[in-house]
C-alpha cells in the first residue's frame, strides 16, 4: 500500500499517511501540526485540550505561510540533530516541540518511538485528557 494523499478535513483520517493543508503561519519542520478551524496548519501544543483531537502529524519539511505542505501520520522520519533515548517515547510537547519529557497539564499524546538516536516511528495518535 502506497502513501495516501487527500484533501485535508478539520479531523483527518486516522488511516492517512500524509495531511496535506497550507500554512496558517510560517512552520518549522520537525514540530507537530494540527488543523486549525479553517483546515490550515498550525503548531499543535499539548498544553491546549481542543488540540488533542486535531493532530494532523510530524512536519518533515519547513512551511512557508500560505504555502501547501504535508504532515506527516505514519513512517519513519529521520533527523541527524536528534539524540533520542531508545525506549523511551516521544511526546507533544508546547508549540509542536518533540520531548521525551511528558507533559502534567492539557493532555499527552504519544506521536512516536525512538528506532535508534535520529530516527523516530510515527504512532496513529491516541491522545490522553488530564482529567478526564
Same mark, same amino acid.
Given at each position: 500500500?502506497?502513501?495516501? =494523499? *487527500?484533501?485535508?478535513?478539520?479531523?483527518?483520517?486516522?488511516?492517512?499517511?500524509?495531511?496535506?493543508? #497550507?500554512?496558517?503561519? %510560517?512552520?518549522?519542520?520537525? *514540530?507537530?501540526?494540527?488543523?486549525?478551524?479553517?483546515? +490550515?496548519?498550525? =503548531?499543535?501544543?499539548?498544553?491546549?485540550?481542543?488540540?488533542? =483531537? *486535531?493532530?494532523?502529524?510530524?512536519?518533515? =519539511?519547513?512551511?512557508?505561510?500560505?504555502? &501547501?505542505?504535508?504532515?506527516?501520520?505514519?513512517? &519513519?522520519?529521520?533527523?541527524? %540533530?536528534?539524540?533520542?533515548?531508545?525506549?523511551?517515547?516521544?511526546?507533544?510537547?508546547?508549540?509542536?516541540?518533540?520531548? +521525551?519529557?511528558?507533559? #502534567?497539564?492539557?493532555?499527552?499524546?504519544?506521536?512516536?518511538?525512538?528506532?535508534?538516536? #535520529?530516527?523516530?516511528?510515527?504512532?496513529?495518535?491516541?491522545?490522553?485528557?488530564?482529567?478526564?
Amino acid at each position: 500500500m502506497g502513501v495516501v =494523499y *487527500r484533501i485535508p478535513s478539520l479531523l483527518p483520517d486516522l488511516g492517512d499517511a500524509v495531511t496535506i493543508a #497550507t500554512a496558517s503561519i %510560517s512552520l518549522s519542520a520537525l *514540530r507537530v501540526a494540527i488543523l486549525d478551524n479553517a483546515g +490550515q496548519f498550525a =503548531y499543535a501544543d499539548s498544553a491546549t485540550v481542543s488540540h488533542a =483531537y *486535531r493532530v494532523a502529524g510530524i512536519l518533515p =519539511y519547513a512551511i512557508s505561510q500560505g504555502s &501547501e505542505g504535508i504532515a506527516q501520520r505514519l513512517g &519513519e522520519i529521520a533527523d541527524a %540533530s536528534w539524540n533520542w533515548i531508545r525506549g523511551s517515547p516521544i511526546y507533544l510537547g508546547n508549540n509542536g516541540q518533540l520531548t +521525551q519529557t511528558p507533559p #502534567t497539564t492539557g493532555f499527552l499524546l504519544i506521536v512516536a518511538q525512538p528506532v535508534n538516536t #535520529t530516527t523516530i516511528n510515527l504512532l496513529p495518535p491516541a491522545p490522553i485528557l488530564f482529567g478526564a
